[in-house]
């Protein structure tokens, strides 16, 4: 089955400081790849997206990703981060074979002033 | 505005009571998909409805069933509580059932809590 895993489970940073968030897929056919974030209480939001083309993404607020198919990974940087970044962010994928998304366990960040 | 609407926000539930949970979906949106997050877990695929029926679903017991109407508003019931059903069950929609992998909108989550 697939999976997706995060391995940063926690992060904490200072603001300015840069961001690489891991995430690491099963799958050995076509994906869609996609970053979600969580802000405390809201809804869970669209970052970014990679279905195919330029592995190296750019989302929304400053970040990207870049999807290494070699590795199975699609890892989320941002060079500067904000104390309004922090938030729960979550690694998802999808397969054309069906039409649920598989999530990664989510990363808590915390952004310090 | 999350343009998914779910209700209600919060509600408490007895071990073996039922439960019945409401999603509206973004306008323009056909296609529900229902999710549980437990605490400290990623969202897990419950089922996901297109044109009224139950198209696709995950690895969850019978327990857990759905409807959507014909406006594609959906609902969510859970029978015969158990405490491990506690989680926040988020609904997401997409405009195309076809490509709904392709992205959803979530909702904000009702939060269920079992006692």
């Known amino acids: 089955a697939q999976s997706v895993s995060q391995h940063n489970h926690h992060v904490i940073l200072s603001e300015a400081a840069s961001l690489e968030l891991g995430c690491n897929y099963s799958?050995?056919?076509?994906?869609?790849l996609f970053w979600y974030v969580q802000y405390p209480g809201q809804h869970l939001q669209l970052l970014l997206k990679?279905?195919?083309?330029?592995?190296l993404v750019k989302g929304i607020k400053g970040f990207e990703a870049e999807f290494i198919k070699s590795k199975f990974s699609f890892n989320l940087r941002k060079p500067s981060v904000q104390w309004s970044d922090t938030a729960e962010y979550f690694c998802?994928?999808?397969?054309?074979?069906?039409?649920?998304?598989?999530f990664g366990t989510g990363t808590s960040l915390t952004v310090i002033p | 505005d999350a343009g998914v609407t779910q209700s209600p926000t919060h509600l408490i539930k007895t071990r073996g009571q039922q439960v019945t949970l409401r999603c509206s979906p973004k306008?323009?949106?056909?296609?529900v998909s229902w999710y549980q997050q437990a605490l400290g877990q990623g969202p897990q695929f419950i089922f996901q409805?297109?044109?009224?029926?139950?198209?696709q679903r995950g690895n969850f017991p019978d327990r857990f069933s759905g409807h959507q109407f014909p406006n594609y508003s959906s609902e969510l019931n859970v029978n015969a509580l158990l405490l491990g059903d506690s989680a926040l069950y988020l609904c997401?929609?997409?405009?195309?059932?076809?490509?709904?992998?392709?992205?959803?909108?979530f909702g904000s989550g009702t939060r269920l809590t079992v006692v």
């Open positions: 997401a929609s997409s405009p195309d059932w076809g490509r709904a992998n392709y992205g959803y909108t």
């Open positions: 799958y050995g056919g076509t994906v869609n």
């Open positions: 990679y279905f195919s083309g330029d592995p």
């Open positions: 998802a994928v999808s397969t054309n074979t069906g039409n649920q998304f598989y």
């Open positions: 306008s323009g949106h056909d296609t």
């Open positions: 409805y297109y044109e009224e029926e139950e198209r």
